[in-house]
């Protein structure tokens, strides 16, 4: 595994969600670094589309949408969910993506990859 763009950017995605669910739609605030206390994923809409649906095709991720349950989002559905606004209710109308216990092992091996800062205290490959 290498260090680069996308595999920051899956970290990411896994990191925001590592001990709770989370809105899809936060993945695009314009402010996710001040939403999630983290640094922003680096991926533009359409690589987070991409992304995000490789990433639920091979069970790394699991949506949940109140009335609907637990699923695996076709294309169409994440975006429909990246389009959507928070609205922060406790029985909330918003899409929700979380881990599932396959991601755990990818999560870990990227930790390790991106945990390795270089000398100069610089990301690379970014």
Request: net charge negative.
């Amino acid at each position: 595994m290498e260090r680069n763009r996308i595999n920051f950017g899956k970290l990411q995605i896994l990191r925001y969600v590592e001990t709770l669910f989370t809105c899809i739609c936060d993945l695009v605030h314009p402010e996710i670094e001040v939403l999630m206390n983290m640094r922003r994923h680096g991926l533009a809409r359409d690589e987070l589309m991409v992304v995000l649906h490789e990433m639920f095709e091979s069970h790394l991720l699991v949506a949940k949408k109140e009335g609907r349950g637990l699923y695996t989002p076709a294309l169409g559905e994440i975006e429909a969910a990246l389009s959507e606004t928070n609205d922060f209710g406790h029985r909330s109308s918003n899409t929700f993506y979380g881990l599932t216990t396959g991601a755990l092992e990818l999560l870990t091996e990227l930790k390790q990859l991106y945990d390795q800062e270089p000398p100069d205290g610089r990301e690379n490959s970014q």
